[in-house]
């Protein structure tokens, strides 16, 4: 079964970057597509980004789209959330998720790491 464990997350100012990590283990990645969502206070949770294990095909929201890059490292089964130019609202726990290629839900998903942006 396979297993999230983000790390990464901190205080950064308005305007700064941050990169957040995903180790995966005890499985096999390569019909995955592997994502970052968050989720503020009060908030629903949100999907960021997410990209599949195999191809590296990439998907994200406007609302992190030019901002925000998704990436994996295949040999380390790592996949990092680069977010540059970061603002108050991009404040909230980010998680990563996985989930099979032809499944639309996500059915894994790490413990969260907080990402503080101050203004």
């Known amino acids: 079964q396979v297993q999230l464990v983000e790390s990464g997350g901190g205080l950064v100012q308005a305007g700064g970057s941050l990169r957040l990590s995903c180790a995966a283990s005890?499985?096999?990645?390569?019909?995955?597509?592997m994502g970052w969502f968050r989720q503020a206070p009060g908030k629903e949770r949100e999907f960021v980004a997410s990209i599949s294990w195999s191809g590296g095909v990439t998907r994200y929201p406007d609302s992190v789209k030019g901002r925000f890059t998704i990436s994996r490292d295949i040999a380390k089964n790592t996949v990092y959330l680069q977010m540059n130019s970061l603002k108050p609202e991009d404040t909230a726990v980010y998680y990563c998720a996985a989930r099979p290629g032809g499944q639309l839900a996500w059915d894994t998903w790490g413990q969260g790491t907080q990402v503080t942006v101050s203004s």
């Open positions: 005890g499985g096999t990645f390569s019909s995955l597509r």
